[in-house]
């Protein structure tokens, strides 16, 4: 059984550009969440799809926007890249039954923004 | 807001030595506390959960215990190994929606 794919592994932008990141979530899951992770930090909510919906957004600008396909896997687009935003990016999938469910992460997309 | 708080690191011990990895949290409802685990050059792993006041979580050897009434979800191990080196996140989640994660603590074992 796959776990939480993401791809690619690593990313290297300049400043202004645009990016996609991809996730595909545990099988059996039906909910994605992304975090972005700052070196030396913990995982930050940037937000959270279900049924194809943004259902929760953490504290991030409308630059950071996402997707969720009818096969519950996952894109996030970071617009006019800063190079603040330069940090890993990690899914993570859960099933939307019940409380404290736990997240299912990937190894995540490491972005550089030059 | 909901908020998590855990002891600065890095933390170096030998092996076999007794691991405490503080952790407070903040949260208006009745969250539910987990700690995750970050080997080197892998994802965040869920080492073990509580849902409940009093709940016990436990796994490979690691232990935590929800305290309500001091806020507190201490990581704790009897004899570490060089395998459980790695960096540890105190996390806690109300309603499973959105997890708030601390900013980690480093834990080098030496043999």
């Known amino acids: 059984d796959a776990g939480v794919t993401q791809s690619p592994t690593h990313l290297i932008k300049t400043r202004g550009q645009q990016v996609t990141l991809r996730c595909s979530p545990k099988s059996g899951h039906d909910t994605v969440s992304w975090y972005q992770q700052a070196l030396g930090q913990g995982p930050q909510f940037i937000f959270q799809?279900?049924?194809?919906?943004?259902?929760q957004r953490g504290n991030f600008p409308d630059r950071f926007s996402g997707h969720q396909f009818p096969n519950y896997s996952s894109e996030l687009n970071v617009n006019a890249l800063l190079l603040g935003d330069s940090a890993l990016y990690l899914c993570a999938s859960s099933r939307s039954t019940g409380r404290a469910e736990k997240l299912f992460f990937g190894s995540g997309t490491q972005l550089s923004v030059l | 807001g909901d908020s998590v708080t855990q002891m600065e690191g890095p933390v170096t011990l030998s092996e076999e030595a007794f691991l405490t990895i503080n952790c407070t949290y903040t949260?208006?409802?009745?969250?539910?506390l987990f700690w995750y685990v970050q080997y080197p050059g892998e994802g965040l792993q869920l080492l073990l959960k509580?849902?409940?006041?009093?709940d016990k979580g436990s796994n490979k050897g690691f232990e935590a215990t929800y305290r309500k009434e001091t806020t507190s979800f201490h990581l704790e191990k009897g004899s570490v190994q060089v395998s459980d080196s790695a960096v540890y996140f105190c996390a806690l989640s109300d309603r499973g929606n959105q997890f708030y994660f601390g900013t980690g603590t480093s834990l080098t074992v030496i043999p």
């Open positions: 799809y279900y049924e194809e919906e943004e259902r």
């Open positions: 949260a208006t409802g009745y969250p539910s």
């Open positions: 509580a849902t409940k006041a009093d």
